[in-house]
């Protein structure tokens, strides 16, 4: 395929540059009604309109020439940008442990791509060496691109994809095991693995960050830092999300991959475990456990890989006044499970009772978690709980909406079976139910109340 | 006997090699055989109700201590658009700083400490910036694009600022020549910085973020006074504009100055523009100076790769140093170092600036870089010399010295600093060979500056992913342009088209006056020139001695005139009645007249008196001349006439009835 040497203009914009034979990435200069324009001509991002331009001028600004006050233009030189992060070879320590990083993209290594004008994920350990070479201090790395993925984009195929990677590793007696991800899916890939990796011997960490690494403020370096020094060097085998703490570059925190949740959609400090406390916490010199119970570390490789889902399952987030067609849709869609997510303690209103009593006939597994988020669900007090539990669904503790899903998922490529199902749902494979919350595990302050005021102005946020 | 190497001979001598002379003296050749070369960069803030990319209130202030939060952030640098790492980046990261902001909830939000995404662009804020781009003659650009500009020192939390050029190639006219401009782009103010101590830096949040422009210029002007004239014209049409922000900070210019032969400088932050003759003609000889030592340099050694310095650690206990900083440093378990620079004999007591020597130029770099505060080293050419006598010889035996060629720097830092001091120092005496690094600088009120950072790229750019371009239509623009206000340069030609006095043009533009007098001239029956000259000079007096009230806008100067004009008073007695209008001005303008007295008279009336006092004069005056004598009486007669009468009347009637 010949060289695109447009990219990204189209309409008006590219038949001007053909006109008058000017490159991408040529030096163009441009006379307009608006008066003269110097400068290299960018890539145009794909969703931008075919009425302008895109010029880098001579002091590295960025400015769009408007093609319709064009009058003549020329190409007066050509050099083609070349964007890579500096590669320096990984350099080998002896006595340092193992890490194997895995990449699958996101905002943790990234790099600009023109055509969509976002961030796409750039990756390599000479990379990541070159971002950040305080790396070498922790760990001796080795890295695989597994896939290259939006977070979004992660799904059952690539979770199980994953699991085989890990369990591959583990054989091969690798130390600890981090996974670069995107954050916004970070924690239904926290639960998919702990179900597919049970029996871990070795740390699975899985670490994304807030704020892409083209930003001097990112997240990414110390996030990646704590992640390869849990993987490396920490106790705690079991899959979990290593994050920030505070929005401040002070402390990571290791959340259970069965407990962790998103809380916000830009901060750094995003990722909360719910109902409980996260493992430990983590800085750049020490790791501070928080939990007293957890799996520790072992040397054998006897993990237990279970590679399965089902795609035919989905979640149904209730909201008052939903109507039962949405389930009976779902239903006649051959979805063999589904998640509700209701409202208190667990409910949902009495018109959908008819759709439920055709789902459970028709054999769907149907269980209830909550929108609320923190709490348990208690069908008892209420008779709507009490009716919906008669009709087959069966509610699930604390396990947070996202993670029942997955497990729904999981259990479903095992098996089909009700009873099956359902104790397999109801038996925590790593605390995705809990038996107890402790005090300490719902903490949402409110801001504007002098105590906590106090203690923002005091404690880094 | 060899004759002891004295530092402040030398230090004279060297003044005199580079042929420097205070800017009072020098004259345009002295400029053009340094080859004096200087642009600015004018930052003005923008009236605007709202922050540039967050709806946080513009211009609420907070001090220091009144903040609601801190949180803390470590800067890395990152790769340009263009695949290359930033200087200033790489220098930043050494220093390894903890960064805190201090954020206030009246102030700041989430946006300001980069944990939201940016809002869309402050659409006001936008069309007056576009507004002094069409005053200033520049190209407008199709699309505006948000560029990231990579700020690695913490003024900014996200680690980069929001830009945007709005327009290219423009030219402002100063009264001997055409100074053109480079760009003018909108962008956010940055952070206050509270204190910056070793590897703490402190910064609040309250400016961060406001709307702000920067029109920055081509190197066109030749003296230091072109300089200032060019930045004064630009900072009147911003103000033409009055839709920009005015008081301390408000508008801040960046200087950039070089000489020939040496490298661009910033000179950062210049609060007033009447420093900046001062700053730029000693910046031009500080380059001057270092491209001296560059060739008394380049004659000792081949290369500067064959050029190494020395360094070892030295124990505290082997000397009897008394240096306070050295027992301190002591005190504190600094380690401590000599370092031997050879062939710099001479050089470290070279002048650079009128007080300053190159040794300052390290001692600079070690606390901007190392964070090693100052005082933070001694060496071998200082005026008063520490290291002498017993203490040199123990240090010649450890460190083998060859006293006419080579010179010793002795430093202090805490352990984990010694490692970027020791590369701080190499590096500055490495940049030596080839003359004047590129940096910023502090300036100083007394016209001296220090190393503030190695200065910027352009490879500090990178496109904001996070914002869409916003194109700029014709029709967008022209009806911006319609509603443009008149050239500061048409201004200038008014002013002296009313003979106003030249001294007043400064304070009347950079207040944005000459509406005020078009709009009490077109309304009522004065000149222009009585007007001009009463605004230039009364008004000015006024604003400089008397506090203004908040309610006082410069519009009421026309309802006093219209009250003095429908009373049928003289104007001279709006001189008595400003100070009073501008301390209450909703006090009615016969309250003001009761405040001063005032009581209403005839010429006729007045005149009933000169009689009497020629009397008077005749008995009592102490010196019996004509002049004297109808200066007294229309001395006794002045508070009467104020108001009633022309002064020239009076005094001319005086004369009359006493002829």
Same mark, same amino acid.
């Given at each position: 395929?010949?060289?695109?040497?447009?990219?990204?203009?189209?309409?008006?914009?590219?038949?001007?540059?053909?006109?008058?034979?000017?490159?991408?990435?040529?030096?163009?200069?441009?006379?307009?009604?608006?008066?003269?324009?110097?400068?290299?001509?960018?890539?145009?991002?794909?969703?931008?309109?075919?009425?302008?331009?895109?010029?880098?001028?001579?002091?590295?600004?960025?400015?769009?020439?408007?093609?319709?006050?064009?009058?003549?233009?020329?190409? @007066?030189?050509?050099?083609?940008?070349?964007?890579?992060?500096?590669?320096?070879?990984?350099?080998?320590?002896?006595?340092?442990?193992?890490?194997?990083?895995?990449?699958?993209?996101?905002?943790?290594?990234?790099?600009?791509?023109?055509?969509?004008?976002?961030?796409?994920?750039?990756?390599?350990?000479?990379?990541?060496?070159?971002?950040?070479?305080?790396?070498?201090?922790?760990?001796?790395?080795?890295?695989?691109?597994?896939?290259?993925?939006?977070?979004?984009?992660?799904?059952?195929?690539?979770?199980?994809?994953?699991?085989?990677?890990?369990?591959?590793?583990?054989?091969?007696?690798?130390?600890?095991?981090?996974?670069?991800?995107?954050?916004?899916?970070?924690?239904? $890939?926290?639960?998919?693995?702990?179900?597919?990796?049970?029996?871990?011997?070795?740390?699975?960490?899985?670490?994304?960050?807030?704020?892409?690494?083209?930003?001097?403020?990112?997240? @990414?370096?110390?996030?990646?830092?704590?992640?390869?020094?849990?993987?490396?060097?920490?106790?705690?085998?079991?899959?979990?999300?290593?994050?920030?703490?505070?929005?401040?570059?002070?402390?990571?925190?290791?959340?259970?991959?069965?407990?962790?949740?998103?809380?916000?959609?830009?901060?750094?400090? $995003?990722?909360?475990?719910?109902?409980?406390?996260?493992?430990?916490?983590?800085?750049? =010199?020490?790791?501070?456990?928080?939990?007293?119970?957890?799996?520790?570390?072992?040397?054998?490789?006897?993990?237990?890989?279970?590679?399965?889902?089902?795609?035919?399952?989905?979640?149904?987030?209730?909201?008052?006044?939903?109507?039962?067609?949405?389930?009976?849709?779902?239903?006649?869609?051959?979805?063999?499970?589904?998640?509700?997510?209701?409202?208190?303690?667990?409910?949902?209103?009495?018109?959908?009772?008819?759709?439920?009593?055709?789902?459970?006939?028709?054999?769907?597994?149907?269980?209830?978690?909550?929108?609320?988020?923190?709490?348990?669900?208690?069908?008892?007090?209420?008779?709507?709980?009490?009716?919906?539990?008669?009709?087959?669904?069966?509610?699930?503790?604390?396990?947070?909406?996202?993670?029942?899903?997955?497990?729904?998922?999981?259990?479903?490529?095992?098996?089909?079976? &009700?009873?099956?199902?359902?104790?397999?749902?109801?038996?925590?494979?790593?605390?995705?139910? =809990?038996?107890?919350?402790?005090?300490?595990?719902?903490?949402?302050?409110?801001?504007?109340?002098?105590?906590?005021?106090?203690?923002?102005?005091?404690?880094?946020? | 006997?060899?004759?002891?190497?004295?530092?402040?001979?030398?230090?004279?001598? =060297?003044?005199?090699?580079?042929?420097?002379?205070?800017?009072?003296?020098?004259?345009?050749?002295?400029?053009?055989?340094?080859?004096?070369?200087?642009?600015?960069?004018?930052?003005?803030?923008?009236?605007?109700?709202?922050?540039?990319?967050?709806?946080?209130?513009?211009?609420?202030?907070?001090?220091?201590?009144?903040?609601?939060?801190?949180?803390?952030?470590?800067?890395?640098?990152?790769?340009?658009?263009?695949?290359?790492?930033?200087?200033?980046?790489?220098?930043?990261?050494?220093?390894?700083?903890?960064?805190?902001?201090?954020?206030?909830?009246?102030?700041?939000?989430?946006?300001?400490?980069?944990?939201?995404?940016?809002?869309?662009?402050?659409?006001?804020?936008?069309?007056?910036?576009?507004?002094?781009?069409?005053?200033?003659?520049?190209?407008?650009?199709?699309?505006?694009?948000?560029?990231?500009?990579?700020?690695?020192?913490?003024?900014?939390?996200?680690?980069?600022?929001?830009?945007?050029?709005?327009?290219?190639?423009?030219?402002?006219?100063?009264?001997?020549?055409?100074?053109?401009?480079?760009?003018?782009?909108?962008?956010?103010?940055?952070?206050?910085?509270?204190?910056?101590?070793?590897?703490?830096?402190?910064?609040?949040?309250?400016?961060?973020?406001?709307?702000?422009?920067? $029109?920055?210029?081509?190197?066109?002007?030749?003296?230091?006074?072109?300089?200032?004239?060019?930045?004064?014209?630009?900072?009147?049409?911003?103000?033409?504009?009055?839709?920009?922000?005015?008081?301390?900070?408000?508008?801040?210019?960046?200087?950039?100055?070089?000489?020939?032969?040496?490298?661009?400088?910033?000179?950062?932050?210049?609060?007033?523009?009447?420093?900046?003759?001062?700053?730029?003609?000693?910046?031009?000889?500080?380059?001057?100076?270092?491209?001296?030592?560059?060739?008394?340099?380049?004659?000792?050694?081949?290369?500067?790769?064959?050029?190494?310095?020395?360094?070892?650690?030295?124990?505290?206990?082997?000397?009897?140093?008394?240096?306070?900083?050295?027992?301190?440093?002591?005190?504190?378990?600094?380690?401590?170092?000599?370092?031997?620079?050879? !062939?710099?004999? !001479?050089?470290?007591?070279?002048?650079?600036?009128?007080?300053?020597?190159?040794?300052?130029?390290?001692?600079?770099?070690?606390?901007?870089?190392?964070?090693?505060?100052?005082?933070?080293?001694?060496?071998?050419?200082?005026?008063?010399?520490?290291?002498?006598?017993?203490?040199?010889?123990?240090?010649?035996?450890?460190?083998?010295?060859?006293?006419?060629?080579?010179?010793?720097?002795?430093?202090?830092?805490?352990?984990?600093?010694?490692?970027?001091?020791?590369?701080?120092?190499?590096?500055?005496?490495?940049?030596?060979?080839?003359?004047?690094?590129?940096?910023?600088?502090?300036?100083?009120?007394?016209?001296?500056?220090?190393?503030?950072?190695?200065?910027? !790229?352009?490879?500090?750019?990178?496109?904001?992913?996070?914002?869409?371009?916003?194109?700029?239509?014709?029709?967008?623009?022209?009806?911006?342009?319609?509603?443009?206000?008149?050239?500061?340069?048409?201004?200038?030609?008014?002013?002296?088209?009313?003979?106003?006095?030249?001294?007043?043009?400064?304070?009347?533009?950079?207040?944005?006056?000459?509406?005020?007098?078009?709009?009490?001239?077109?309304?009522?029956?004065?000149?222009?020139?009585?007007?001009?000259?009463?605004?230039?000079?009364?008004?000015?007096?006024?604003?400089?001695?008397?506090?203004?009230?908040?309610?006082?806008?410069?519009?009421?100067?026309?309802?006093?005139?219209?009250?003095?004009?429908?009373?049928?008073?003289?104007?001279?007695?709006?001189?008595?009645?400003?100070?009073?209008?501008?301390? &209450?001005?909703?006090?009615?303008?016969?309250?003001?007249?009761?405040?001063?007295?005032?009581?209403?008279?005839?010429?006729? @009336?007045?005149?009933?008196?000169?009689?009497?006092?020629?009397?008077?004069?005749?008995?009592?005056?102490?010196?019996?001349?004509?002049?004297?004598?109808?200066?007294?009486?229309?001395?006794?007669?002045?508070?009467?006439?104020?108001?009633?009468?022309?002064?020239?009347?009076?005094?001319?009637?005086?004369?009359?009835?006493?002829?």
């Amino acid at each position: 395929m010949s060289e695109d040497l447009f990219q990204g203009y189209k309409g008006e914009a590219l038949d001007l540059l053909k006109k008058y034979h000017v490159r991408v990435w040529g030096h163009a200069v441009i006379n307009t009604t608006r008066g003269k324009f110097e400068g290299t001509v960018l890539p145009r991002s794909e969703n931008d309109d075919d009425k302008h331009i895109v010029l880098k001028i001579i002091t590295g600004y960025n400015v769009g020439v408007d093609v319709s006050t064009v009058q003549d233009m020329k190409e @007066a030189g050509y050099k083609k940008a070349n964007y890579a992060i500096p590669e320096k070879e990984f350099p080998y320590t002896e006595n340092l442990p193992h890490v194997k990083l895995f990449g699958t993209g996101g905002t943790i290594a990234s790099r600009l791509d023109y055509r969509t004008g976002a961030v796409i994920p750039a990756f390599s350990p000479g990379e990541l060496y070159g971002a950040v070479p305080e790396l070498a201090d922790i760990c001796n790395l080795d890295t695989e691109k597994v896939f290259a993925v939006f977070s979004e984009n992660m799904g059952p195929k690539q979770y199980m994809s994953l699991a085989k990677a890990i369990g591959k590793e583990i054989e091969n007696g690798i130390d600890g095991i981090v996974i670069g991800h995107g954050t916004d899916t970070l924690h239904h $890939t926290g639960a998919a693995l702990t179900f597919m990796c049970q029996n871990l011997p070795v740390p699975v960490i899985l670490v994304g960050s807030q704020r892409s690494s083209d930003r001097p403020s990112s997240d @990414a370096a110390l996030n990646l830092m704590h992640a390869m020094k849990a993987a490396a060097e920490s106790d705690i085998a079991e899959v979990q999300v290593c994050m920030f703490g505070p929005t401040s570059d002070e402390y990571g925190l290791l959340h259970k991959g069965t407990r962790v949740r998103k809380m916000h959609s830009s901060y750094r400090s $995003t990722f909360r475990t719910i109902g409980d406390t996260p493992l430990a916490m983590i800085s750049r =010199t020490k790791i501070t456990p928080i939990k007293k119970i957890y799996n520790k570390r072992r040397s054998d490789k006897n993990v237990v890989i279970k590679p399965y889902f089902e795609d035919k399952v989905t979640m149904l987030y209730y909201y008052p006044g939903m109507s039962a067609d949405i389930l009976d849709s779902m239903v006649d869609l051959g979805y063999k499970g589904i998640i509700i997510i209701g409202t208190g303690l667990g409910h949902v209103n009495k018109e959908l009772y008819p759709a439920i009593e055709r789902a459970q006939k028709k054999g769907v597994h149907m269980f209830m978690t909550l929108q609320t988020i923190w709490g348990y669900v208690q069908m008892f007090v209420y008779d709507t709980g009490r009716d919906m539990m008669a009709k087959g669904i069966i509610p699930l503790g604390n396990m947070l909406p996202e993670v029942a899903f997955i497990k729904l998922g999981w259990v479903l490529g095992q098996t089909n079976d &009700h009873e099956e199902v359902k104790a397999m749902m109801l038996e925590p494979i790593n605390d995705e139910i =809990t038996e107890r919350e402790p005090y300490n595990g719902y903490l949402v302050y409110q801001g504007g109340v002098p105590e906590v005021e106090e203690f923002i102005k005091k404690v880094h946020k | 006997m060899k004759k002891a190497f004295d530092p402040i001979r030398n230090y004279q001598e =060297t003044i005199k090699k580079a042929g420097y002379v205070p800017r009072k003296e020098a004259s345009q050749e002295d400029y053009d055989r340094i080859g004096f070369m200087s642009g600015l960069e004018v930052h003005q803030q923008l009236l605007t109700k709202r922050k540039l990319f967050c709806h946080c209130p513009a211009g609420v202030y907070n001090s220091d201590d009144d903040y609601d939060a801190e949180i803390l952030r470590h800067m890395r640098p990152t790769l340009s658009e263009l695949g290359e790492y930033d200087g200033t980046a790489l220098m930043e990261f050494k220093t390894r700083k903890n960064i805190t902001y201090r954020l206030n909830n009246d102030s700041a939000c989430t946006y300001d400490v980069d944990d939201t995404p940016p809002f869309i662009i402050n659409k006001e804020a936008l069309e007056i910036a576009l507004e002094i781009s069409m005053l200033s003659k520049l190209n407008i650009v199709g699309e505006v694009h948000i560029t990231r500009k990579q700020y690695l020192d913490g003024s900014i939390p996200a680690g980069f600022q929001r830009t945007a050029i709005l327009g290219v190639e423009g030219v402002v006219p100063i009264s001997n020549k055409d100074i053109r401009l480079i760009q003018l782009s909108i962008e956010e103010d940055s952070c206050r910085e509270i204190s910056d101590i070793g590897h703490e830096r402190v910064y609040k949040t309250d400016r961060l973020g406001m709307p702000l422009i920067e $029109t920055v210029t081509y190197p066109d002007c030749v003296n230091p006074d072109e300089v200032k004239e060019t930045c004064d014209y630009i900072r009147f049409l911003n103000r033409s504009t009055d839709k920009v922000r005015t008081g301390m900070g408000a508008a801040r210019q960046d200087v950039n100055v070089s000489c020939k032969g040496g490298s661009r400088v910033e000179i950062k932050g210049v609060a007033h523009t009447k420093w900046i003759p001062e700053l730029t003609h000693n910046e031009a000889f500080r380059q001057w100076s270092l491209l001296l030592i560059r060739d008394e340099l380049n004659k000792q050694f081949k290369s500067k790769d064959e050029w190494k310095m020395d360094y070892t650690r030295l124990e505290y206990d082997a000397f009897s140093i008394n240096h306070p900083p050295i027992k301190l440093a002591k005190a504190n378990g600094d380690h401590l170092y000599v370092v031997k620079l050879p !062939g710099f004999n !001479g050089i470290l007591s070279h002048f650079t600036q009128p007080g300053k020597c190159f040794a300052d130029e390290i001692a600079d770099r070690l606390k901007v870089i190392a964070c090693i505060e100052k005082p933070n080293m001694v060496h071998t050419e200082m005026a008063k010399p520490v290291i002498t006598g017993a203490d040199l010889e123990i240090i010649s035996s450890i460190m083998i010295t060859d006293q006419e060629k080579d010179a010793l720097v002795i430093f202090w830092a805490p352990k984990d600093d010694v490692k970027t001091a020791l590369e701080t120092i190499e590096e500055r005496c490495q940049m030596a060979f080839d003359g004047v690094p590129e940096e910023t600088r502090k300036s100083f009120e007394d016209g001296s500056t220090i190393f503030e950072r190695v200065l910027p !790229g352009a490879d500090r750019m990178y496109p904001d992913t996070d914002s869409a371009p916003i194109p700029l239509s014709n029709e967008y623009i022209d009806t911006l342009g319609n509603q443009l206000p008149i050239d500061v340069s048409e201004r200038f030609k008014q002013l002296r088209d009313w003979k106003i006095p030249a001294d007043t043009y400064q304070y009347i533009l950079r207040k944005n006056l000459v509406p005020v007098i078009e709009d009490i001239i077109e309304s009522l029956d004065y000149t222009p020139q009585y007007i001009g000259t009463f605004i230039g000079q009364t008004l000015k007096y006024v604003e400089g001695h008397f506090k203004q009230a908040i309610d006082f806008n410069y519009s009421q100067l026309t309802s006093m005139f219209r009250f003095i004009q429908e009373e049928k008073l003289e104007k001279e007695i709006a001189k008595w009645m400003l100070s009073h209008l501008y301390e &209450h001005p909703n006090m009615d303008f016969q309250s003001i007249l009761e405040t001063i007295k005032f009581k209403r008279s005839t010429e006729e @009336a007045i005149m009933k008196n000169v009689p009497l006092l020629i009397e008077k004069y005749k008995k009592e005056g102490r010196k019996q001349c004509k002049t004297a004598e109808k200066d007294w009486i229309a001395g006794q007669l002045r508070k009467q006439a104020i108001g009633n009468m022309n002064m020239k009347t009076l005094a001319n009637n005086i004369e009359a009835l006493n002829k």
